[in-house]
């Protein structure tokens, strides 16, 4: 538990090379759809455009994958072997997931499980880094089987991302529960993947219950 390091920022301060442009793409994108959701939503009233607009929703996709992938570089916390908790950067995935339904949601899942490649994948088999990455990113799209109920759905897929690293843990990386003290390798993937993912997942959750995300919602689709 000593080697868990309080980084806040940290990575933010040592980024270079193609990973800060990355950022700084990422934050720019950001703000140029929220500048475009929010010509979209003014016109929209005004024109009467359907609600069920595919436009506005690829676009709120595009909002939110970029506003999670900014986020992920906020790590609150970093654990030793990789692996962090950050800021509620599953959330805007797995709103987007709900709100939307599952073929936007799993969608957009699957293209932040490719900007998390992108970002640096750590890689030791080919089936590890499906089920690290591929896998577990768009399980963030379960979300979406949960449309009346956010933080049901944010537990659901922040869970179901958890499970996926668990088992790629005890097939790839026993070793290191031996080395950590601990008899059994399920045992040992559970415990750092839940310090890790496990506590990801229950600050989205808890972020999840706040009346505010209800005015999103209605934002978004009536926009």
Known sequence: ???????????????????LYMLIGGIVLFVALVIVVAISGASS?????????KTRALVYGALC???????SYIKLFSMP?????TLFSMLPICA??????????????????V????????????AQFIIDYFLAFTCLGLASFFPKKLPLGVA???IARMLCSVLSGVIFFADSAAEAGFSSAIVYSFAYNGLTIGVDTLLCTVVAFIPFMKRIEKFAKAA
């Open 81 to 85: 072997l990789g692996g962090s908790i």
């Open 1 to 19: 538990m000593d080697k868990i390091r309080f980084v806040l920022f940290e990575k933010l301060a040592k980024l270079d090379g193609l990973e």
């Open 96 to 113: 987007y997931a709900c709100w939307f339904g599952p073929a936007y949601g799993f969608t957009a899942a699957f293209a932040y499980s």
């Open 115 to 126: 900007l998390q490649i992108i970002q640096g994948a750590y890689i030791v088999h080919w």
């Open 156 to 158: 659901v897929a922040g």
């Open 45 to 53: 009233k005004k024109d009467r455009i359907a609600p069920n607009n």
């Open 65 to 71: 994958v970029t506003l999670s992938f900014v986020l």
